[in-house]
Protein backbone atom coordinates (compact mmCIF):
# COMPACT_ATOMS: atom_id res chain seq x y z
CA UNK A 1 0.00 0.00 0.00
CA UNK A 2 2.50 2.13 0.27
CA UNK A 3 4.16 1.98 -2.33
CA UNK A 4 1.13 2.36 -4.29
CA UNK A 5 1.16 5.63 -2.52
CA UNK A 6 4.73 7.10 -3.22
CA UNK A 7 3.97 6.46 -6.87
CA UNK A 8 0.76 8.05 -7.31
CA UNK A 9 2.09 11.09 -5.17
CA UNK A 10 5.50 11.47 -7.43
CA UNK A 11 3.52 10.95 -10.64
CA UNK A 12 1.66 14.24 -9.25
CA UNK A 13 4.48 15.80 -8.44
CA UNK A 14 6.31 15.69 -11.62
CA UNK A 15 3.86 15.86 -14.24
CA UNK A 16 4.00 19.79 -14.35
CA UNK A 17 7.30 19.14 -15.10
CA UNK A 18 6.31 17.25 -18.45
CA UNK A 19 4.05 19.92 -19.94
CA UNK A 20 4.95 21.07 -22.96
CA UNK A 21 7.83 24.12 -22.75
CA UNK A 22 5.22 26.46 -25.42
CA UNK A 23 3.58 27.99 -22.73
CA UNK A 24 6.53 29.85 -21.49
CA UNK A 25 7.23 33.82 -22.08
CA UNK A 26 9.33 36.55 -21.47
CA UNK A 27 7.01 38.27 -18.95
CA UNK A 28 8.60 37.48 -15.24
CA UNK A 29 7.02 34.20 -13.43
CA UNK A 30 4.56 35.60 -10.64
CA UNK A 31 7.14 34.20 -7.86
CA UNK A 32 10.27 35.48 -9.67
CA UNK A 33 13.16 37.34 -6.59
CA UNK A 34 10.19 36.63 -4.38
CA UNK A 35 11.00 35.86 -0.32
CA UNK A 36 7.81 34.25 0.88
CA UNK A 37 6.56 33.64 4.13
CA UNK A 38 3.74 31.29 4.58
CA UNK A 39 1.54 30.51 7.58
CA UNK A 40 -0.80 26.94 6.75
CA UNK A 41 -2.28 24.58 9.07
CA UNK A 42 -4.24 21.48 8.33
CA UNK A 43 -4.50 17.39 8.91
CA UNK A 44 -2.57 15.12 9.61
CA UNK A 45 -2.95 10.91 8.61
CA UNK A 46 -0.87 8.52 9.79
CA UNK A 47 0.65 5.67 8.32
CA UNK A 48 1.93 2.95 10.95
CA UNK A 49 1.11 -0.26 12.66
CA UNK A 50 -2.06 0.33 13.89
CA UNK A 51 -5.26 -0.55 11.91
CA UNK A 52 -7.16 2.51 12.05
CA UNK A 53 -6.12 6.02 10.84
CA UNK A 54 -6.89 9.05 12.42
CA UNK A 55 -7.11 12.58 11.17
CA UNK A 56 -5.79 14.75 13.46
CA UNK A 57 -4.07 18.92 13.51
CA UNK A 58 -0.43 19.87 12.11
CA UNK A 59 0.30 23.33 11.37
CA UNK A 60 3.55 24.73 9.44
CA UNK A 61 5.69 27.88 8.63
CA UNK A 62 7.83 28.22 5.97
CA UNK A 63 10.58 30.86 4.73
CA UNK A 64 10.97 30.62 1.10
CA UNK A 65 13.49 32.30 -1.54
CA UNK A 66 12.94 32.24 -5.66
CA UNK A 67 15.37 32.72 -7.41
CA UNK A 68 14.76 34.94 -10.83
CA UNK A 69 12.78 34.01 -13.59
CA UNK A 70 11.35 34.86 -17.03
CA UNK A 71 9.98 31.48 -17.74
CA UNK A 72 7.10 29.18 -16.65
CA UNK A 73 9.04 27.88 -14.32
CA UNK A 74 10.92 29.22 -10.66
CA UNK A 75 13.62 27.11 -8.58
CA UNK A 76 13.77 28.23 -4.97
CA UNK A 77 14.95 27.23 -1.88
CA UNK A 78 12.36 26.60 1.59
CA UNK A 79 13.25 26.50 5.22
CA UNK A 80 10.29 24.55 7.00
CA UNK A 81 9.31 24.45 11.13
CA UNK A 82 6.03 23.48 12.74
CA UNK A 83 4.33 20.77 15.05
CA UNK A 84 1.20 18.61 15.42
CA UNK A 85 0.26 15.36 16.38
CA UNK A 86 -0.28 11.57 14.71
CA UNK A 87 -3.62 9.72 16.08
CA UNK A 88 -4.33 6.10 15.55
CA UNK A 89 -6.39 3.13 17.11
CA UNK A 90 -7.01 -0.24 16.89
CA UNK A 91 -3.86 -1.86 17.18
CA UNK A 92 -2.81 -5.25 14.98
CA UNK A 93 -3.02 -8.48 16.02
CA UNK A 94 0.55 -9.31 16.17
CA UNK A 95 1.83 -10.19 20.00
CA UNK A 96 3.94 -7.52 21.07
CA UNK A 97 5.17 -6.51 24.59
CA UNK A 98 5.08 -4.81 26.32
CA UNK A 99 1.08 -5.02 25.26
CA UNK A 100 0.67 -2.08 22.81
CA UNK A 101 -2.66 -0.08 24.04
CA UNK A 102 -5.89 0.71 21.79
CA UNK A 103 -5.13 3.86 20.41
CA UNK A 104 -2.25 6.45 20.34
CA UNK A 105 -1.54 9.81 20.02
CA UNK A 106 2.07 11.34 19.25
CA UNK A 107 3.06 14.71 19.06
CA UNK A 108 5.55 15.93 16.86
CA UNK A 109 8.06 19.28 16.32
CA UNK A 110 10.05 19.44 12.76
CA UNK A 111 12.50 21.72 11.54
CA UNK A 112 13.99 21.39 8.25
CA UNK A 113 14.71 22.70 4.92
CA UNK A 114 14.83 21.73 0.84
CA UNK A 115 14.10 22.78 -2.46
CA UNK A 116 10.57 23.61 -4.35
CA UNK A 117 9.80 24.29 -7.88
CA UNK A 118 6.99 26.34 -9.28
CA UNK A 119 5.58 26.39 -12.57
CA UNK A 120 2.75 29.17 -13.70
CA UNK A 121 -0.55 27.77 -15.49
CA UNK A 122 -2.55 30.61 -16.13
CA UNK A 123 -3.96 31.98 -12.78
CA UNK A 124 -2.62 29.14 -10.50
CA UNK A 125 1.24 28.39 -9.65
CA UNK A 126 1.48 25.34 -8.75
CA UNK A 127 3.90 23.44 -6.77
CA UNK A 128 6.27 20.77 -6.03
CA UNK A 129 8.79 20.51 -3.18
CA UNK A 130 11.35 18.16 -1.49
CA UNK A 131 12.42 18.59 2.11
CA UNK A 132 14.34 16.92 4.73
CA UNK A 133 13.59 17.81 8.69
CA UNK A 134 14.47 16.95 11.82
CA UNK A 135 11.80 16.00 13.80
CA UNK A 136 11.29 14.82 17.74
CA UNK A 137 8.05 13.03 18.82
CA UNK A 138 6.03 11.88 21.85
CA UNK A 139 4.23 8.69 21.57
CA UNK A 140 1.41 8.68 24.84
CA UNK A 141 -2.59 7.98 24.82
CA UNK A 142 -3.75 11.49 24.19
CA UNK A 143 -4.72 12.03 27.73
CA UNK A 144 -1.01 13.11 28.64
CA UNK A 145 0.61 9.54 29.29
CA UNK A 146 3.03 8.62 27.85
CA UNK A 147 3.02 4.79 26.01
CA UNK A 148 4.68 1.89 27.62
CA UNK A 149 7.86 1.69 25.33
CA UNK A 150 7.95 5.75 24.99
CA UNK A 151 8.34 5.52 28.85
CA UNK A 152 10.87 2.86 29.47
CA UNK A 153 12.78 5.16 26.58
CA UNK A 154 13.18 2.06 24.70
CA UNK A 155 14.37 3.72 21.54
CA UNK A 156 15.53 7.62 20.76
CA UNK A 157 12.37 10.01 20.11
CA UNK A 158 14.63 12.19 17.06
CA UNK A 159 14.59 11.10 13.84
CA UNK A 160 14.87 12.56 10.17
CA UNK A 161 11.62 12.59 8.24
CA UNK A 162 12.26 13.05 4.40
CA UNK A 163 8.77 14.94 2.64
CA UNK A 164 7.55 15.36 -1.06
CA UNK A 165 5.05 17.64 -1.78
CA UNK A 166 2.47 18.86 -4.00
CA UNK A 167 -0.31 22.07 -4.30
CA UNK A 168 -0.79 25.26 -5.75
CA UNK A 169 -0.62 28.72 -5.20
CA UNK A 170 -3.61 31.16 -6.25
CA UNK A 171 -2.50 34.31 -6.18
CA UNK A 172 -4.75 37.01 -5.18
CA UNK A 173 -2.94 40.16 -5.20
CA UNK A 174 1.22 41.21 -5.98
CA UNK A 175 2.05 40.33 -2.91
CA UNK A 176 -0.52 37.99 -1.54
CA UNK A 177 -1.45 33.88 -2.39
CA UNK A 178 -4.13 31.35 -1.12
CA UNK A 179 -2.32 27.44 -0.77
CA UNK A 180 -3.10 24.37 -0.35
CA UNK A 181 -0.95 20.82 -0.68
CA UNK A 182 -0.21 17.32 0.66
CA UNK A 183 3.02 16.06 1.17
CA UNK A 184 3.65 12.29 2.32
CA UNK A 185 6.64 12.15 5.41
CA UNK A 186 8.76 9.04 5.44
CA UNK A 187 10.55 8.71 9.04
CA UNK A 188 14.09 6.72 9.91
CA UNK A 189 11.92 5.28 12.78
CA UNK A 190 9.24 2.49 13.41
CA UNK A 191 8.43 3.89 16.80
CA UNK A 192 5.94 6.61 16.10
CA UNK A 193 3.53 4.90 17.32
CA UNK A 194 5.58 3.66 20.08
CA UNK A 195 5.52 -0.10 18.65
CA UNK A 196 7.59 -1.38 16.29
CA UNK A 197 6.46 -4.57 14.15
CA UNK A 198 6.75 -4.99 10.22
CA UNK A 199 9.91 -4.26 7.65
CA UNK A 200 8.53 -0.82 7.16
CA UNK A 201 8.84 2.58 8.83
CA UNK A 202 6.13 4.72 9.80
CA UNK A 203 4.72 7.68 7.56
CA UNK A 204 2.35 10.23 7.82
CA UNK A 205 0.45 12.44 4.93
CA UNK A 206 -0.12 15.83 5.84
CA UNK A 207 -2.44 18.29 4.13
CA UNK A 208 -2.25 22.14 4.33
CA UNK A 209 -4.16 25.09 3.41
CA UNK A 210 -2.94 28.77 4.05
CA UNK A 211 -1.70 32.14 2.84
CA UNK A 212 1.83 33.50 1.94
CA UNK A 213 3.40 37.05 1.85
CA UNK A 214 5.61 37.51 -0.76
CA UNK A 215 8.38 40.28 -0.55
CA UNK A 216 10.84 41.22 -3.15
CA UNK A 217 9.43 40.20 -5.60
CA UNK A 218 10.28 41.33 -9.77
CA UNK A 219 7.06 43.25 -11.56
CA UNK A 220 7.38 44.15 -14.85
CA UNK A 221 3.34 44.79 -15.24
CA UNK A 222 3.68 46.08 -19.15
CA UNK A 223 6.14 43.30 -20.19
CA UNK A 224 8.96 45.59 -21.62
CA UNK A 225 11.84 43.50 -19.16
CA UNK A 226 12.23 46.72 -16.92
CA UNK A 227 11.44 46.14 -13.39
CA UNK A 228 8.56 48.31 -12.23
CA UNK A 229 10.74 49.70 -9.44
CA UNK A 230 13.18 51.18 -11.80
CA UNK A 231 10.47 51.44 -15.19
CA UNK A 232 10.49 55.31 -15.62
CA UNK A 233 7.68 54.64 -18.22
CA UNK A 234 5.23 51.90 -16.38
CA UNK A 235 2.98 52.06 -18.95
CA UNK A 236 4.70 51.00 -22.50
CA UNK A 237 2.54 49.45 -24.95
CA UNK A 238 3.57 45.73 -25.60
CA UNK A 239 6.43 45.06 -28.14
CA UNK A 240 7.22 48.58 -28.16
CA UNK A 241 11.19 49.17 -28.23
CA UNK A 242 12.88 50.76 -24.81
CA UNK A 243 15.69 51.71 -23.21
CA UNK A 244 17.41 50.45 -19.69
CA UNK A 245 14.31 52.74 -18.30
CA UNK A 246 11.88 50.97 -19.49
CA UNK A 247 10.81 53.93 -21.84
CA UNK A 248 10.20 54.21 -25.20
CA UNK A 249 13.40 54.29 -27.77
CA UNK A 250 12.45 57.42 -29.23
CA UNK A 251 12.82 57.59 -33.37
CA UNK A 252 15.59 59.86 -33.68
CA UNK A 253 14.98 61.30 -37.52
CA UNK A 254 12.76 63.56 -36.43
CA UNK A 255 11.11 66.50 -38.94
CA UNK A 256 13.58 69.49 -40.23
CA UNK A 257 11.60 72.40 -39.51
CA UNK A 258 11.94 76.56 -39.61
CA UNK A 259 12.56 77.74 -36.65
CA UNK A 260 12.40 82.06 -35.39
CA UNK A 261 15.65 82.35 -33.44
CA UNK A 262 14.39 85.91 -33.18
CA UNK A 263 11.38 84.46 -31.27
CA UNK A 264 13.52 82.69 -29.07
CA UNK A 265 11.69 81.86 -25.11
CA UNK A 266 12.75 79.74 -22.63
CA UNK A 267 10.81 78.08 -21.10
CA UNK A 268 11.94 75.37 -18.38
CA UNK A 269 13.57 72.59 -18.19
CA UNK A 270 16.26 73.61 -20.32
CA UNK A 271 13.64 73.76 -23.28
CA UNK A 272 12.76 76.73 -25.69
CA UNK A 273 10.15 77.87 -28.05
CA UNK A 274 9.55 80.47 -30.84
CA UNK A 275 5.41 80.04 -30.40
CA UNK A 276 4.83 77.25 -32.40
CA UNK A 277 8.07 74.40 -32.38
CA UNK A 278 9.95 73.31 -29.06
CA UNK A 279 13.72 72.21 -29.06
CA UNK A 280 15.63 71.44 -25.97
CA UNK A 281 19.12 72.54 -24.52
CA UNK A 282 21.74 69.89 -24.85
CA UNK A 283 24.78 71.76 -23.59
CA UNK A 284 25.84 75.54 -23.84
CA UNK A 285 30.21 76.41 -24.20
CA UNK A 286 32.31 79.99 -24.76
CA UNK A 287 33.75 78.67 -27.24
CA UNK A 288 32.24 77.92 -31.05
CA UNK A 289 34.32 75.28 -31.45
CA UNK A 290 33.62 72.75 -28.59
CA UNK A 291 29.23 73.77 -29.07
CA UNK A 292 30.28 72.73 -32.69
CA UNK A 293 32.13 69.27 -31.89
CA UNK A 294 29.03 68.38 -29.73
CA UNK A 295 26.74 69.20 -32.80
CA UNK A 296 28.15 67.15 -34.73
CA UNK A 297 28.16 64.67 -32.14
CA UNK A 298 24.25 65.35 -32.36
CA UNK A 299 23.83 64.59 -35.83
CA UNK A 300 25.95 61.63 -36.30
CA UNK A 301 23.45 59.77 -33.79
CA UNK A 302 20.34 60.95 -35.91
CA UNK A 303 19.12 63.94 -34.20
CA UNK A 304 18.09 67.35 -35.84
CA UNK A 305 20.81 69.72 -33.91
CA UNK A 306 21.09 74.18 -34.07
CA UNK A 307 23.39 76.12 -32.74
CA UNK A 308 22.01 79.39 -31.09
CA UNK A 309 24.12 82.72 -30.45
CA UNK A 310 23.20 83.84 -26.78
CA UNK A 311 24.45 86.99 -24.95
CA UNK A 312 24.42 86.35 -21.05
CA UNK A 313 25.69 89.60 -19.21
CA UNK A 314 28.64 91.03 -21.27
CA UNK A 315 29.86 87.61 -22.91
CA UNK A 316 28.52 85.39 -26.17
CA UNK A 317 27.31 81.71 -25.39
CA UNK A 318 26.68 78.89 -27.97
CA UNK A 319 23.80 76.85 -27.40
CA UNK A 320 23.73 73.60 -28.72
CA UNK A 321 20.27 72.64 -29.35
CA UNK A 322 18.10 69.78 -29.98
CA UNK A 323 14.34 69.51 -31.79
CA UNK A 324 12.35 70.52 -33.66
CA UNK A 325 8.92 69.39 -31.62
CA UNK A 326 5.42 70.25 -31.35
CA UNK A 327 4.59 70.59 -28.25
CA UNK A 328 6.37 71.18 -24.66
CA UNK A 329 5.35 67.63 -23.25
CA UNK A 330 6.99 66.32 -26.35
CA UNK A 331 10.05 68.10 -26.20
CA UNK A 332 10.27 67.20 -22.51
CA UNK A 333 9.79 63.70 -23.25
CA UNK A 334 12.33 63.46 -25.94
CA UNK A 335 14.75 65.90 -23.70
CA UNK A 336 15.04 62.76 -20.90
CA UNK A 337 15.26 60.21 -23.34
CA UNK A 338 18.17 61.63 -25.55
CA UNK A 339 20.21 62.17 -22.23
CA UNK A 340 19.76 58.19 -20.84
CA UNK A 341 20.21 56.75 -24.19
CA UNK A 342 23.00 59.31 -25.33
CA UNK A 343 24.75 60.58 -22.63
CA UNK A 344 27.91 58.33 -22.82
CA UNK A 345 28.21 58.85 -26.60
CA UNK A 346 28.60 62.54 -26.44
CA UNK A 347 31.28 62.95 -23.86
Given at each position: ??N??????FLF?F??????????????????????????????????D???D?L???????L??????????A???????????L?????????V????????????????G??????R????????????A????????????Q?P????????K????????????????????????????F???DYL??I?????N?????????VS??????????????D?D?D???????GT?????????????????????S???????????????????????????????????????????????????S???Y???????????E??V???????????KL?
Amino acid sequence: MKNILITCFFLFIFNPIIIPQSLSSTSYHPLSNAFGITVEVGGSIPKTDYKIDELDIISRLLLEYYFPSRSIHAFGLRLIGGGGFLSGKVFSNEIVYPPAPNNFRTGLLFLGGGFVYAIRLGTGVPYASATMAYTTFDPGDGSGNQLPNNQFSIYSKNTITYSGEAGVRFPFSDIWSLNIGVNINFSNTDYLDDIKTGNNNDAFIGFFTGVSLYLGKNLDKDNDGVDDDIDLCPDTPEGTEVDEFGCSVIETALEVVTYDSSKDNFISNGIFTDGTSFCFQADIFKDINEAENLQKKIISIGYNSDIFKMQIGSSDWYSVRVGYFTSYEEAQVHRENFFRQNRSKLK
